[in-house]
């Protein structure tokens, strides 16, 4: 069974810093795309940053130039390092992976997604 476990969520004051983690597991083959959603309450989920497995990246105008996207392919880990963080980046974080994994003698590709890591950016 392949999952995606998020961590690193929090509290911080505005102009603070924070780093999320998301560790995949399971009979993983492949995994391509990986990214980072969040979801503001009263608000649809929205893109935040995504990763290809060769490492290009793409962020959303509200969080370029503050938020750096990572990924260690070799320990299936995804990472958002968070600065200069506002108040409206409160939301909770999803972590979003593209992957190609074992079931039974097959291999299937499907888009997973994380439990989700709250952060609150609050003075």
């Known amino acids: 069974q392949v999952q995606l476990v998020e961590s690193g969520g929090g509290l911080v004051q505005p102009g603070g810093s924070l780093r999320l983690s998301c560790a995949a597991s399971?009979?993983?083959?492949?995994?391509?795309?990986m990214g980072w959603y969040r979801q503001a309450p009263g608000k649809q989920r929205e893109l935040v940053a995504t990763?290809?497995?060769?490492?290009?990246?793409t962020y959303s105008d509200s969080v370029k130039g503050r938020f750096t996207i990572s990924r260690d392919n070799a320990k299936k880990t995804v990472y958002l390092q968070m600065n200069s963080l506002k108040s409206e980046d409160t939301a909770v974080y999803y972590c979003?992976?593209?992957?190609?994994?074992?079931?039974?003698?097959?291999?299937?590709?499907?888009?997973?997604w994380g439990q989700g890591t709250q952060v609150s950016v609050s003075s």
């Open positions: 979003h992976a593209d992957l190609t994994f074992y079931r039974n003698t097959a291999v299937r590709r499907a888009d997973y």
């Open positions: 990763i290809t497995r060769a490492g290009r990246t």
């Open positions: 399971g009979s993983i083959v492949t995994i391509n795309d």
